[in-house]
Every structure is written in C-alpha cells, then in structure tokens.
T-cell receptor, first 120, second 112 residues
Framework: GAVVSQHPSWVICKSGTSVKIECRSL??????MFWYRQFPKQSLMLMAT?????????EQGVEKDKFLINHASLTLSTLTVTSAHPEDSSFYIC????????????????FGPGTRLTVL | GESVGLHLPTLSVQEGDNSIINCAYS??????FIWYKQESGKGPQFIID?????DKRQGQRVTVLLNKTVKHLSLQIAATQPGDSAVYFC???????????FGQGTRLTINP
C-alpha cells in the first residue's frame, strides 16, 4: 500500500516549451501533496505544498507563475513547468500525505519515483 | 573513511561493518525526524523515523539516535551490505508549517 506514481519518469523538451508532470496516489487519498526539486548531488528542496481544492503554497524563491500546480482531486496533483529553460533541468519529486481523520502533527509522506526533466 | 565533497559527503565502509551516518538539524521545534534512502534515479525510500520525545528507536538492522541537546541525529546500519549503497537523507518535520526539511545527504559506498 501507499504507492505514489509519477508520469512521465523522464522528459526532454526544447527551451521555451511547457512540461506537465503528474503525481498520483494509487491506493490512498491525499489531501496534501508536496513538490520537491533535486539538483545533481544535492538534497531535496521543497518547492510547494498543494492542498486539494485550494491554491498551492509556494516556498520562498519559487516562482508560482512558472511552476503551476493543480490539485484537482484527492489522488492527483500536477506540476507544469512553463516556458522551461535549461536551468530548470532537474529531478522533480512529489510526495503525498494520506488523509487522516484524526488530528495531530504526524506528517507522514509517501514519495513518488521522480521525474527527470532535461531542457535543451 | 568520511570525506566532504563539493556537495555530498561520502562514507565508505567495508562490507559487513557497521555504518554510522550523522545529521545535524536546525529547528528546535521539529517534532519528528525521518531517515530516507535514495538510490540513483529514484525517489526517497522511508527507512525509520523517530519522534522528538524519544532518543532511540530500532528497526531491522537500523537504529536511529536523537540528541536534542545538540540537535543531532544519527542512523546506524548494522552489518552493511552492498544493497545499502545509496544516498541517505535525514529530514525534520517543522510542526508549525507541516513540512519536511531535508538535510544535505550522505553517500554510503560499500567496499567488498
């Protein structure tokens, strides 16, 4: 259980084009999904927090008009990199936090396999 | 031995030896800590977690130690195997923001 998928697993695009990456929770509902970016030999950096049915919360320094996030259902969030440039080339990873009826601070997240974006 | 590269520290150990990977965290308000394993080209894989009201937790072949006084976390892997080769990240949960902040990571390599 608790499987998160991403599609595509890798994509190569030309500079100036837009790319959409999907993140799906396959066997659970996720009210919150997270998008991370990871450059080679570096750690994961949180880009934004996506809540189903509401606007995403972006981390400082992340351009919300460039990285469009949509969380239309409890099992799907999408990240669109608009007008991609070579410096956007990176490994994009999503995670999903299961919906829990009880409150509390537990922030369990299940991670997807990542999407390798290469912008030429 | 342990070395610090341009971005990612590396720990090399002999197969069968125990590995100790260290992590310093920054936020005193973090209530929960997790260790992840990441293999090349893949997403992070959960290893073990620990709540801030604990100082030790054991799993299968792994132990996590938490020292809140010095804001230090460690992951001990017993009898290291070739399949343990990966990059290991610690993460702290910022309770107020409900988000994870990842440490820089350590690459573990196994010598035969």
């Amino acid at each position: 259980g608790a499987v998160v998928s991403q599609h595509p697993s890798w994509v190569i695009c030309k500079s100036g084009t837009s790319v959409k990456i999907e993140c799906r929770s396959l066997d659970f509902q996720a009210t919150t999904m997270f998008w991370y970016r990871q450059f080679p030999k570096q750690s994961l950096m949180l880009m934004a927090t996506s809540n189903e049915g509401s606007k995403a919360t972006y981390e400082q320094g992340v351009e919300k008009d460039k990285f469009l996030i949509n969380h239309a259902s409890l099992t799907l969030s999408t990240l669109t990199v608009t007008s991609a440039h070579p410096e956007d080339s990176s490994f994009y990873i999503c995670s999903a936090r299961p919906f829990r009826l009880a409150g509390g601070s537990y922030n369990e997240q299940f991670f997807g396999p990542g999407t390798r974006l290469t912008v030429l | 031995g342990e070395s610090v590269g341009l971005h990612l520290p590396t720990l090399s150990v002999q197969e069968g030896d125990n590995s100790i990977i260290n992590c310093a965290y920054s936020n005193s308000a973090s209530d929960y800590f997790i260790w992840y394993k990441q293999e090349s080209g893949k997403g992070p894989q959960f290893i073990i977690d620990i709540r801030s009201n604990m100082d030790k937790r054991q799993g299968q072949r792994v132990t996590v130690l938490l020292n809140k006084t010095v804001k230090h976390l460690s992951l001990q892997i017993a009898a290291t195997q070739p399949g343990d080769s990966a990059v290991y990240f610690c993460a702290e949960n910022i309770r107020s923001a409900q988000k994870l902040v990842f440490g820089q990571g350590t690459r573990l390599t196994i010598n035969p």
